[in-house]
């Protein structure tokens, strides 16, 4: 393994876990029992847009930092399951980084448990879903439109440097929407952490692949089909491009 590509899992690994810290503990200090944002925003769906759109921002700024540009910032093993689809990347440097995102998840979730009472009173921000057919429905929709979006905004030259600015505004909305049905995970690697500490196991699997595979298919077909990206990353296209197929 060259060390270019262990720079990579690494960059990978870091964003992935400052994305579970800094984005659950938006969802625990929002929403958590005790939370002044509770009294200061009263509306449950205004608290659900916040954190959406707060976890969007996390997701955008790691996208666009030194780590972002080391790794693509894949930070969901559903990116990076949709890029090998694409035939963005090799088999071998999917499952890299899909391991690299989930020890990521495991290491950035247990500083939550600092928050104590009110980041209990959240399981530490656990996706846990209302009852498993509605929730199977919501994270596929959910993740479908996720990877359809980045998908779509990478594939166009005139949009893929907007690709990390989608994410605020996609999140709000769907959080907001859908949060109350599954808790809106849309990443297994984010499920993955809370879990772990609060042990309130959920799937989260089978779900986010189906909405994967549908909207990788949906670029196979009709005028979306002649859509292609270049490179497995989210921004920073130009930089360490070794981790495409072409390796």
């Not at 916040?50 to 930070?75: N, Q």
């Not at 709000?172 to 809370?194: C, H, K, Q």
């Not at 549908?214 to 981790?243: D, M, N, P, Q, T």
């Amino acid at each position: 393994m060259t060390n270019k590509l262990l720079r990579t899992y690494l960059a990978e690994f870091i964003g992935t876990g400052l994305l579970v810290l800094v984005g659950l503990s938006a969802v625990i200090f929002i929403n958590g029992a005790g939370s002044p944002v509770l009294r200061l925003l009263p509306g449950a769906g205004g608290r659900r847009a916040l954190t959406g759109l707060l976890f969007g921002a996390t997701g955008c700024l790691i996208t666009l930092s030194p780590v972002g540009e080391i790794s693509g910032a894949h930070l969901n093993p559903m990116v990076s399951l949709a890029f090998w689809l694409r035939h963005n990347m090799k088999f071998r440097n999917m499952l890299g980084y899909i391991g690299a995102q989930m020890a990521g998840a495991a290491i950035g979730s247990l500083p939550l448990l600092w928050w104590g009472a009110q980041g209990q009173s959240m399981d530490y921000g656990a996706t846990l879903p209302a009852s498993i057919p509605t929730a199977f429905v919501g994270e596929a929709w959910a993740t479908f439109c996720l990877i359809a979006i980045i998908m779509l905004f990478i594939s166009h030259v005139r949009l893929r440097d907007f690709t990390p600015f989608t994410l605020p505004v996609l999140y709000g909305f769907m959080v907001w929407l859908e949060a109350p049905v599954s808790g809106t995970s849309t990443n297994p690697a984010r499920s993955f952490g809370p879990a772990l500490i609060s042990t309130s196991w959920t799937g989260y699997w089978l779900a986010p692949f189906t909405g994967v595979v549908l909207a990788v298919l949906l670029f196979k077909v009709g005028g979306l089909k002649y859509l292609r990206s270049e490179v497995a990353k989210l921004y920073h296209f130009a930089a360490y491009r070794f981790i495409s197929r072409d390796l």
